[in-house]
């Protein structure tokens, strides 16, 4: 086995195995086609006791309930009071020592603003007594004012103080709070808080109280004081507060209640209800559980199942490659790019299967996007491989879902929709068809189905919902991912193909200065690709764009081409055939080079080098006859270094190339003459092998053919000679 294929094995198991792993586990779909509001149309008795588990929607409500319940826990710092307290004594000390000592009134105001306390001018002049006429009436008036500042602070930071309430209030639903005190709790209101700016609105009421008959200097004082040293002495402890909630929700039971052996769950024709479905799921869930738990074997044979199913569905994919498409099948990258696009829309659908109301979007399983791996694929590979794609996805997302087909039915419909919309994108503005159509497709088609199954109006429109989102999301996203993809695995799609058949590209442009007898033949040879591929059904954008990029190595050495030689003026005439058969070959090799630092695609660079295949220089091989010994001269040193055309592409352009330099060529441009030239260049390359690797049939060279005659017919047409002096405009009809 070779490492191709080792890998190939290797990808294989990996692709299967994650697959396997995707499936739901631990459930039965026993009941997984029973929803609500149909009838049943069977009793069904409970074979054993089990607990019914809450549905997601009860078991969410519950929790955010629980999480809630716990109110904010504040941190209380005993700290705080003391220290402000004490830098209060401290101010007062400092302001009866200031009074004691006589010292200036200038230097006391300077000291005192050294302090960087937000007292106004006025009441630091207060403090110092500035205008006081008895000192002992001053300092009674500093008690009184010290023992009032001391009282409102206690007051305040008895309850305690917060920074901003407002912070705390958004975090609790039932107004209380939970402050933690020197290894104790207490729940009390919130509203019994407050914060520094509620403190400061009460404060002027309160002092008036302990202040009655003070003047209002002394009012103002006493509160700008007692706010320079106002400081929050509560703080939210977030991190035990998201612990006590956590532990909450862990508290949340997930049963709601028990089912006892032999219970009716179900009468015969009676209408499903939701609760009726939460006890239906209950009992496949433990239905599994108890297999499992019964026999190892079971366990085994589970994954067994799983396996088998994705390695079928798998196969699908790799038969139908190996058969068909054996170029990509061939190309690993490709492989594993197909593995992606089949996993992706899998893996999104076991996410919905375990969270069904994902983000509150009921029906979720509308979103798993097989729409957008089938366009991806059809842009980044081919049409018919989207469409089988499209299948196999349909067939894994449906065993993930429980094997309800409803959703991947839809999906698969609206796939094969996208595939027909994106088939032939050229430009990025062609995907706002599928955004207009696949959302108003997936509309329909749930609707339809829904109507099939009897679905109430309120479940069809909440099914549409995400239908159209996923219709109208998946060619967006194929926008933004396609230049991902085609960088990760060099795919060159139609859009970046178009984009380098601009005429104004650097390397065509240089090419039209520098060899334009080369360039003129490219073009003609993008016509001539153009048609023939599109007669037998190959990619003709490709083509075109090869002609015109296949010998950009010419552009070195332009005037070494008779397409670019003036009459009478050929270098070849003084080298020796060798020589000029090494020039000749050699744009091949500078072609890819151009190539390269212009970071040509892939499928250029090898339309580059297969575009000549291993054909021999004929006229200077025969050349070197003529000058030496035939048996010396060997045809390896006069062909092109191949290889030969592996694409049907490459394989057009060669003989476009080939046909294109014959018929410029001939003498006489006759219908008949152009005709036979055709036939012996096609029949030259096929005599020489050149065509056994491109998977051209007979039949399309057939096709071929054809199709290169009207071309150059139009290009090469017999013109009628217009008498002496006259010119075509002469020929016009004249004006009455």
Known sequence: MNTSARAKLALCIVVVVLLSLLFPRGESFEFSKLQVGMVSDK???????????????????????????????????????????????????????????????????????????????ETIQLLLGTEATSKRRHLR????????????????????????????????????VIIRREGEEKTIALNQIVDVSEAKTMLPEKIRKFLPN????????????????????????ETKTAQRREQAVASVPLYKRTILANERILASHQVITQEDMDVLKSLAKAKAQREIQRSLWRRYLLWFGRTLVSLFSVSILVLYLYCFKKQIYNNNSLLLLLSIMAILPTAIASFVATNPTFMGVYRSEFLVPIALSSMLVTVLLEAEIGIILTFVNVLLVGCVLGYHFQSPFVSGLCGVLSVYLVRNVRHRRQFYRPMIFLPLAYAVIITATDLLRFSSFSAISRGILPGMLNGFLSPVLTIGLLPVFESIFGITTNITLLELSDLNHPLLRDLAIKAPGT???????????????????????????????????????????????????????????????????????????????????????????QHHGRTVMSYFYHRAQERGDKEEVKTDRFQYPGPRPQTKEAAIVMLADSVEAATRSLPQKTSSRIKETIKEVVQSKLSQSELDESDLTLRDLNKISESFLPILLGIFHVRVEYPKGQTDADSLPKKR
């Not at 997601?56 to 209380?76: F, G, H, M």
């Not at 954008?541 to 070494?560: C, Q, T």
């Open 43 to 121: 009793e069904i008795i409970a074979p054993f006791t089990f607990n019914v588990l809450k549905n997601e929607d009860e078991l969410e409500k519950q929790r955010a309930a629980a999480r809630q319940s716990v109110p904010p826990i504040l941190d209380y710092d005993p700290t705080v009071a003391s220290r402000q307290r004490a830098r209060l004594d401290s101010l007062f000390e400092w302001v009866t020592h200031a009074l004691s000592n006589e010292v200036p009134d200038s230097s006391s105001i300077a000291s005192l603003k050294k302090l960087k306390l937000p007292l106004f001018e």
């Open 519 to 609: 360039y003129n033949h490219s073009i003609i040879v993008g016509s001539l690709a153009e048609a023939a591929a599109e007669a037998i059904g190959a990619n003709s954008l490709l083509a075109r764009v090869g002609s015109y990029y296949h010998d950009i190595g010419k552009m070195e050495k332009p005037e070494y081409f008779v397409e670019n030689q003036l009459k009478g003026k050929n270098p070849h005439d003084k080298l020796s055939p060798s020589m000029s058969s090494l020039i000749l070959a050699s744009h091949i090799k500078e072609g890819c080079e151009l190539a390269d630092r212009y970071k040509l695609p892939r499928v250029i660079k090898d339309i580059i080098r």
């Open 214 to 237: 003070s003047e209002d200097r002394v009012l103002k004082a006493c509160y700008e004081i007692t706010t320079a040293f106002l400081s929050p002495n509560l703080s939210f402890n």
């Open 141 to 176: 008036m500093l008690s009184q004012l010290k023992q009032t500042c001391n009282k409102l602070l206690t007051d305040i930071y008895s309850l305690g103080l917060l920074e901003n309430k407002q912070q705390i209030v958004s975090k609790t639903t039932k107004g209380v």
